[in-house]
C-alpha cells in the first residue's frame, strides 16, 4: 500500500463495513461512515505507524479491490512473560484487518490476501497471529477457520454508536519460514 491508495482502501474498508456489519452494529453509524473521513484518518495514521505494520492491498486492473494489514499483537495476554524481557521483539502478530470489496467476496481476493498478510507475519518473525471477530458475522467466522484460524476463548465489546459489540479472538500458529 502506498500513500497514493488511501482513499480506494478507506472506500474498500467502508463499504466493507457496511456491508459486513448490517444487522450486527447500529445501521444510523453505518451509514453515517465517511470515505473522506476515513481516509483522513488513515493519512494521519500512515506515516507514523510502526515498521512492523504491513499494509497490503489487493489489485484488479490497476484498482484496489482489497486491504490487509498486519502487525505486532497488541493483546498483553497473547505473548506471556514478553514484558519481563529487555525490550522484546514481539513473537505474536495481529491480523489487525482484511477487507475486500464487497462485490468480489468469494472470489479469492481474500484468501490472497491472507496469503500475502501470513507471509509478512512471518517475515516478521511472529510465531503466532490472532484477530478479532464481531460475535455473529459467520462469514468471516467461516473464512478465518478456512485459514486455519480458531477461537482461543477471549471476548471483548466495545462502543459502536452507543451500542455494545461483542468480539471474538481467533488465534492460529504459524510455521517458522524456510531459510
Do not use: K
Amino acid at each position: 500500500m502506498t500513500e497514493a491508495d488511501i482513499e480506494a482502501v478507506s472506500a474498500v474498508r467502508v463499504h466493507g463495513w457496511q456491508t459486513a456489519y448490517r444487522g450486527l452494529m447500529p445501521q444510523a453509524y453505518l451509514d453515517a461512515m465517511s470515505v473522506a473521513e476515513d481516509a483522513e484518518q488513515r493519512r494521519s495514521w500512515f506515516g507514523r505507524r510502526s515498521p512492523e505494520v504491513s499494509d497490503l492491498v489487493a489489485e484488479r486492473d490497476g484498482a484496489v479491490v482489497g486491504w490487509v494489514c498486519v502487525g505486532p499483537a497488541r493483546d498483553p495476554d497473547i505473548a506471556p512473560g514478553a514484558e519481563e524481557l529487555p525490550a522484546p521483539r514481539p513473537t505474536a502478530g495481529e491480523l489487525l484487518a482484511l477487507y475486500v470489496a464487497p462485490a468480489l467476496i468469494g472470489t479469492g481476493v481474500g484468501r490472497a490476501l491472507m496469503a500475502a498478510a501470513t507471509a509478512r507475519a512471518r517475515a516478521h518473525g511472529f510465531h503466532t497471529l490472532y484477530l478479532w471477530v464481531v460475535r455473529g458475522n459467520t462469514r468471516a467466522e467461516r473464512f478465518y477457520e478456512r485459514a486455519g484460524f480458531a477461537p482461543d476463548g477471549a471476548e471483548e465489546a466495545y462502543d459502536v454508536g452507543g451500542s455494545s459489540v461483542p468480539e471474538l479472538r481467533y488465534r492460529r500458529a504459524l510455521a517458522p519460514t524456510a531459510g
